[in-house]
């Protein structure tokens, strides 16, 4: 096996340090439009060669006067002014020839015969005039160098008579997706393709950051080929950045070729996602190594591939706001890296709460999802649930704050709501966490959510949540917005191949089963009727495989990865599986009392109780609303 598995483990600040110690940035210059350089950084100051106005002019609609031939006019004695002799009507913007030095509104003048005018107050010396280079004065500077053009920068550089000016250019990036099986957007899957969506991702970045993505087709893993298009890239661009083939792998060629064809300063960085990259340079021009994974490659775009496109484009580095926010929950990290989590941050009352996302370097969501970036030092071993600690806005902080905090157990009805909360009211958002029943209330109980979606049946009772928010949160003063009763049942493959009718058919015919989560409502409605029908846990085969959502324990019986998993029926309408009914369950939402009154929570409630929303429900069947945006108090 040719593996090349001696990565290095530079900490990021010296890498960065070291890297662009290394590498040339060849700023290029070029003369623009100035009506095309929106958001272009000036390579030199911008002077004026006019000045602005470029002649005295009329500043309103009126006549020009001579100010010393109105002097002593008032209510009382008014003075006659003759057209051609004593004044020139004048308009806006107009010239003021040099033998007048002021302007009368027409609102002020008593119309006369015979192009005669009389005024009853003297002008002064300039009013209503708008002098020569009132604005901009020939020879000043509008704006200095290295100054990113904004709309009205336009304006005013066109206006002191600048056509065009020198801005430096912005570097093309050349991207190239490396792997055999990645596969174009669109085309038909097949076992082990991936669609190769970095490279879009990456154009997407490169055009934010301020330089020009140059695409080029996917390069399966062969030595020669990735290195011909490597060649031809440094030919073509500024910058390269070569995606996957980073790591330890047989075919992981990006750090032989950049060292054939140039130089490898560094593989490997103390960071995680990203540790593998490849920093290098071919001829004098950076070129990156991005690992595969989708979170890696984002987290060394951000790292050093912004750092470079803004250096080229002689812009400052922008930083991302940072606010303080309590961890939800513990997150253990290892000593080697420096770790970068994807966070959920929502304010419930004068708290800023902060959730982890999914930390798997494949998880193109927790990015999507992220309102921020935590950053765990190389040196802590982890952070305690309650800490304070600092978080990096991808979002407005506005808009967290306009936020409905749900955490609780998932239903595809909640990504609905969310869907449809903000199509209502632009200003309103609601995020959700998918923790299953008892992790929404230990939210609430902790004061780290506004709502939680519940389902929870009491062995003893047989009745749903209410039970359980009277044993965890009788200290708190909790209601109970009523949603929807849905149909729980056996999510199995369509036709039902094993012939499953029950429960009890799960261990009798050995069936691999696929669980929820501890703490699910779904997985207590499991031990119910396992209980009820003296089976025990480790009688099924795969009680301890857990999923978080009946999407994922759907998408798994879909993929013939268990032959069945209890779920609710939308989720295998959604899927297309076929479905054998067991319970019929109570989803209701718990609420402390003081957010009731709030109005985003108001906005919930009337959407839920809307014919829209309710249509949907329909749509996905298996629901019954009759309750639903009822209040109690449990
Ligand atoms: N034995 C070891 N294995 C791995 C190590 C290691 O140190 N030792 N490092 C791991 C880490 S960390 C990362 S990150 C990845 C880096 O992988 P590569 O850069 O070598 O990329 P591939 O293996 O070719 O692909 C991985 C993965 O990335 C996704 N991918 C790749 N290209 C695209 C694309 N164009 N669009 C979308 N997604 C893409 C895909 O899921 C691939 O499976 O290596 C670990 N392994
Ligand atoms: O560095 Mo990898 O990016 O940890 O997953």
Known sequence: MDQNIYLSNYELEEAIEHY????????????????????RITALPVYSKISSPFYNSSAMDGIAVDSRKTIGANEKNHIVLE??????????????????DS??????????????????KSAASYQNIRPLGEDIVENSLIVPSGHKIRPVDIGAILAGGVNEIEVYTKPIIGIIPTGTELVEPGVELKTGDIIDFNSRTFAAQVFEYGGIAKRYAIVSDDYEKIKDTVDKAVSQCDIVLINAGSSAGREDYTSKVVKELG??????????????????????????????????????MELFVKRIIEKYCGEKEKEHKKVKAILSRRIMSSL????????????????????????????????????????IPQNLEGIEAGEEVEI??????????????????????????????????????LSSAHVGSMGGIMALKKGEAHIAPVHLLDMESGEYNIPYIKKYLKDKDI???????????????????????????ISEKNLKFVNRQRGAGTRLLLDYNLKKLNIDPSEIKGYDREEFTHLQVAAAVENNDADCGLGIYSAAKMM?????????????????????????????????????????????????????GEIIRP
């Open 83 to 100: 057209e051609g002799k004593d004044y020139l009507v004048v308009d806006t913007g107009d010239p003021i020839p040099k033998e007048y």
């Open 263 to 300: 130089q490898v300063f560094i593989h490997g960085v103390a960071i995680k996602p990203g540790k593998p990259v490849v920093l290098g340079s071919i001829e004098d021009k950076p070129v990156i190594g991005i690992p595969g994974y989708p979170v890696s490659a984002y987290v060394v």
């Open 103 to 120: 302007v009368i509104m027409v609102e002020d003048l008593i119309k006369l015969d015979d192009g005669k005018v009389a005024i009853y």
């Open 479 to 505: 209601f109970l917005i009523k949603c929807v009763k849905r149909i729980q049942g056996i999510m199995v493959p369509k036709g039902n191949p094993h012939g499953i009718t029950s429960i009890k058919d």
């Open 576 to 628: 297309g599986l076929d479905f054998i009914p067991v319970a019929n369950e109570e989803y209701d939402i718990a609420i402390p009392s003081k957010f009731l009154e709030k109005p985003i929570i108001n906005e919930f409630i009337n959407l839920i109780k809307s014919d829209e929303f309710k249509e949907k429900l329909d749509e996905l069947g298996g629901y019954d609303y009759r309750e639903i």
């Open 336 to 375: 080697k890296y420096l770790e970068f989590v994807r966070m959920k941050l929502g304010k419930v009352e004068d708290k800023l709460i902060g959730t982890p996302l999914s930390r798997g370097a494949g998880t193109t969501m927790s990015l999507v999802r992220a309102d921020g970036i935590l950053e």
């Open 20 to 39: 662009f110690s290394k590498i040339n940035i060849n700023r290029g210059k070029e003369v623009i439009k100035t009506e095309d350089s929106y958001g």
């Open 392 to 429: 990096s806005l991808l979002k407005e902080e506005k808009d967290i704050e306009n936020t409905i905090v749900c955490i609780g157990s998932h239903d595809p009805i909640i990504d609905i709501i969310s869907d449809l909360i903000h199509m209502r009211n632009d200003d309103y958002y």
